[in-house]
């Protein structure tokens, strides 16, 4: 059983961008900066059509019509967890962006600081209703 708010590295064992791997081979700092250098050396090839079980936007048409499909070497499948996580790029650190909740399924992992942002926003939309009633 896995904890309420634990993450599985879904997002680490196969993930898509937008770039092949001859573009990510000429990744340079000048053009992508550190976080490109990081993303460069941590990608591992899994094919442009493979399809992700657990993840929806790999069906997605508009996804796959340009996205190639990746796992991360720094990813233990063991632990599910990164052994470069301290030095992750931003990519990695911010996923799963404005979402409140992983897109993988069986993921358990919630982004907090997301919730607690969308709740706020409720909370001032709910205080303007009152004020307008």
């Not at 996923?95 to 982004?111: A, D, K, L």
Request: proline content about 5%; some cysteine.
């Amino acid at each position: 059983m896995t904890k309420r708010n634990s993450c599985q590295g879904y997002c680490c064992a196969a993930f898509s961008i937008d770039f092949s791997p001859s573009e990510v081979r000429r990744f340079t700092k000048k053009r992508y900066g550190e976080d490109g250098l990081k993303i460069k050396a941590m990608l591992i090839p899994l094919g442009k059509h493979w399809e992700n079980p657990v993840h929806p936007s790999s069906q997605d048409e508009h996804r796959t019509k340009r996205a190639h499909h990746y796992t991360c070497k720094w990813f233990d499948g063991e632990t599910r967890s990164c052994l470069g996580y301290e030095a992750r790029p931003a990519m990695c650190s911010s996923f799963p962006n404005m979402q409140t909740r992983c897109p993988y399924e069986g993921c358990n992992y919630r982004n907090e600081v997301e919730l607690r942002k969308r709740r706020q926003r409720l909370k001032v939309l709910g205080d303007a209703e009152k004020l307008v009633w």
